[in-house]
């Protein structure tokens, strides 16, 4: 009955929110990166607004651990803490636990270069650049990747076009009688030949980038390997701390 509630509850805020439209703020995710946008709007299961740059953006309220308009009131939160009760059958009262749980942010798949996903979610470059702005390393391998992408898919596809193109110049020559140059055909050939270890590069940035955005997941504190239950009952109040 309490789960049923509580969902309730969560889906009459989640229209409230769907109805309303803030004009700027923060976005904080999972993975504690902070994104300020302006004129958010929450939608089903997602919000979508503009960044910075104006650009339209849009994400899974899943990844979203809290949203803070202008003036610093939270606009969503999803609850964090759950509350037990358990019966003691000696005194037949009970002990309510409040357990504080820790919120491991979802890691980055890495596919290929252009194809980074979270959990089942393809993200764009943008998305990607967003969760990675917290981690300088990360961001900067990841840009530099996508330049390197960017300057080796010119190069495999100029040089195979020039090499295409002299191949049918030369032919064309051949037909009419005279002697084609092979000098085209050689520069096409190189040029194709470097954009090849480019594109490897680029596909290497990338990964080190993923890799290291995870890795920086993975490292919690003590703090934040430790869990903590306050326990209340008609004895008193207790404390409870596993790590």
Same mark, same amino acid.
């Given at each position: 009955?309490?789960?049923?509630? /509580?969902?309730?509850?969560?889906?009459?805020?989640?229209?409230?929110? /769907?109805?309303?439209?803030?004009?700027?703020?923060?976005?904080?995710?999972?993975?504690?990166?902070?994104?300020?946008?302006?004129?958010?709007?929450?939608?089903?299961?997602?919000?979508?607004?503009?960044?910075?740059?104006?650009? +339209?953006?849009?994400?899974?309220?899943?990844?979203?651990?809290?949203?803070?308009?202008?003036?610093?009131?939270?606009?969503?939160?999803?609850?964090?803490?759950?509350?037990?009760?358990?019966?003691?059958?000696?005194?037949?009262?009970?002990?309510?636990?409040?357990?504080? =749980?820790?919120?491991?942010? +979802?890691? *980055?798949?890495?596919?290929?270069?252009?194809?980074?996903?979270?959990?089942? +979610?393809?993200?764009?470059? =943008?998305?990607?650049?967003?969760?990675?702005?917290?981690? +300088?390393?990360? *961001?900067?391998?990841?840009?530099?990747?996508?330049?390197?992408?960017?300057?080796?898919?010119?190069?495999?596809?100029?040089?195979?076009?020039?090499?295409?193109?002299?191949?049918?110049?030369?032919?064309?020559?051949?037909?009419?009688?005279?002697?084609?140059?092979?000098?085209?055909?050689?520069?096409? *050939?190189?040029?194709?030949?470097?954009?090849?270890?480019?594109?490897?590069?680029?596909?290497?940035?990338?990964?080190?980038?993923? =890799?290291?955005?995870?890795?920086s997941l993975n490292k919690t504190t003590f703090i934040e390997?430790?869990?903590?239950?306050?326990?209340?009952?008609?004895?008193?109040?207790? *404390?409870?701390?596993?790590?």
């Amino acid at each position: 009955m309490k789960k049923k509630l /509580s969902l309730l509850l969560f889906l009459i805020s989640l229209f409230c929110y /769907s109805q309303q439209k803030v004009k700027s703020g923060y976005i904080t995710f999972n993975s504690n990166s902070n994104l300020y946008f302006k004129n958010l709007v929450i939608a089903n299961d997602s919000v979508s607004f503009q960044n910075d740059a104006d650009k +339209e953006m849009s994400f899974s309220l899943k990844s979203i651990k809290k949203i803070v308009d202008n003036t610093g009131a939270i606009v969503y939160q999803p609850i964090p803490t759950k509350v037990e009760t358990k019966a003691v059958l000696n005194d037949k009262k009970s002990d309510t636990i409040i357990k504080k =749980d820790v919120v491991i942010s +979802e890691e *980055l798949r890495y596919k290929s270069a252009s194809k980074i996903y979270l959990k089942d +979610e393809r993200l764009s470059s =943008d998305k990607i650049e967003a969760l990675l702005s917290k981690n +300088e390393y990360a *961001l900067s391998q990841y840009k530099k990747g996508k330049s390197n992408a960017l300057l080796g898919d010119i190069l495999v596809g100029g040089g195979l076009g020039l090499f295409v193109g002299g191949g049918l110049a030369n032919l064309s020559t051949a037909n009419s009688g005279g002697s084609g140059s092979s000098t085209i055909l050689i520069v096409g *050939l190189v040029t194709a030949g470097v954009g090849i270890p480019v594109k490897i590069s680029a596909s290497k940035n990338i990964r080190e980038s993923i =890799d290291t955005y995870n890795s920086s997941l993975n490292k919690t504190t003590f703090i934040e390997k430790t869990n903590i239950s306050i326990i209340t009952n008609s004895k008193g109040l207790g *404390l409870s701390i596993s790590f």
